[in-house]
């Protein structure tokens, strides 16, 4: 390798990137200067929560990948006189000054979202890493399950679990708080009735504090209209787990048609509202015709009239249409559509958003504005049902995964279809 291509393998990121999306830099050797480990560590005291944990899952990323790879990390401690370097404009107080002094001093590029420093890198012939593609692909791929195949016979995953099991916070599992980890068992196959290979035998799962790897907590649901609900599969652990979190405001399942995601979400809903946890259910959804299917038309009555044949994938768990108007007529189920909720405020509520494929960025945005104190949002949809191509472009599911190890959000991804065994031959198809 040349000198230049050695310079080239090293690219020098921004405080930003650290805090929003560290596990880009995988592919890239590291510089980390003296002024981005100040601002993280400022950081971790900020009064914005969300703020205070990124730094924390940046420094511990940062001391992982040390760990991991300590030749992939190269931290410059002291500054760069921005003044001498770069001319007189180019004040030492701002740190993008320091950054770009820095990398014109190395010879090292840049990687950044910032556009503004991505332009004052190149006007001194910097190269800049351009992320907005890889961010996107990262945004997009996410699941909330984080997957792993071993063979615990071998030496290498053998160590691996024996750590994992000893002190996990020591183990580089490159994970965001409230994603889960579900390890098998390569070595113990399982196969159907004709002999197909289905999947494996489970190791163990986990879920990631922002520190470690903890055990799932969660237990059976109960209220007087679904009964007693259990998960069925092991995802569906993490889906209980999940809507059992109290730290969690918004919670995302994700999954093909039959895998549960309405099922799961209304039992905890009718429990917590049996409970008293919650005053009422609010079902909100965007209607939106099923592809290449024919217009219904215009629709007679009132909201809850139009809304009604809408409204089936509650009406659906909760026991028919004669429960779901007993609750409706007590006032603890209300009908929204989308159009009717810019200005509400939802307080202790259960904010029900069900086929959230059909919704796009801006109803994201706007379904999370309303929700108030001591209120919940669940939403559930599968992205291989999306009807209008507008929406797969503008998702609201990306947008949503955005929000991915913030304490108050999380998501499960279900693959399973547990409907019966005829659904499952539409994944086929």
Request: some cysteine; hydrophobic content about 35%; charged content about 30%.
């Amino acid at each position: 390798m040349t000198e230049k291509q050695e310079r080239e393998a090293w690219v020098l990121p921004d405080t930003n990137v650290l805090l929003t999306n560290p596990s880009v830099l995988d592919k890239f050797n590291i510089v980390i200067l003296g002024c981005v480990l100040r601002e993280l560590e400022k950081h971790k005291s900020s009064n914005r929560k969300e703020l205070a944990y990124q730094s924390r899952l940046a420094t511990r990323y940062l001391k992982n990948r040390k760990l991991d790879n300590k030749e992939s990390v190269r931290f410059v401690a002291g500054d760069f006189d921005s003044e001498e370097i770069l001319g007189s404009d180019y004040h030492n107080e701002y740190f993008d000054n320091q950054i770009v002094a820095c990398c014109y001093k190395l010879s090292v590029p840049l990687i950044t979202y910032d556009v503004l420093l991505q332009f004052k890198a190149e006007s001194f012939d910097i190269p800049v890493v351009c992320l907005d593609d890889e961010v996107e692909d990262d945004v997009t791929s996410y699941t909330g399950i984080k997957e792993m195949y071993l063979k615990p016979s071998t030496e290498k995953d053998s160590k691996f679990l024996a750590d994992i099991y000893e002190d996990s916070s020591l183990v580089p599992l490159n994970m965001v708080l409230g994603e889960y980890l579900l390890l098998w068992n390569e070595e113990k196959p399982e196969y159907n009735d004709e002999g197909d290979l289905i999947g494996y035998e489970v190791i163990d799962t986990f879920k990631y504090d922002g520190h470690g790897l903890v055990k799932l907590k969660y237990r059976p649901t109960k209220d007087m209209f679904m009964g007693t609900t259990k998960p069925i599969n092991v995802k569906q652990r993490f889906a209980f787990d999940m809507m059992q979190n109290k730290d969690v405001v918004g919670s995302l399942i994700l999954g093909n048609a039959g895998s549960g995601k309405d099922h799961i979400q209304a039992a905890h809903m009718m429990e917590k509202l049996q409970k008293g946890e919650i005053d009422k259910i609010v079902f909100v959804r965007n209607i939106q015709g099923l592809k290449d299917a024919g217009e219904t038309g215009y629709l007679p009555g009132t909201l809850e009239d139009k809304m009604s044949s809408w409204i089936f994938p509650l009406s659906d768990q909760i026991g028919g249409q004669e429960a779901l108007e007993m609750l409706m007529n007590s006032g603890k189920i209300e009908i929204q559509h989308f159009e009717s909720i810019r200005g509400r405020s939802f307080k202790n509520c259960g904010v029900y958003c069900t086929e959230i494929q059909s919704m796009t960025d801006y109803h994201a945005k706007v379904l999370i504005s309303r929700i108030g104190e001591g209120s919940y949002l669940y939403m559930n949809g599968d992205v291989n049902q999306s009807d209008s191509d507008y929406n797969k472009h503008n998702s609201a599911i990306n947008t949503l995964k955005k929000l991915k190890g913030n304490p108050m959000f999380s998501v499960v991804t279900l693959d399973k279809t547990e409907r019966s065994d005829f659904a499952t031959l539409a994944e086929l198809l």
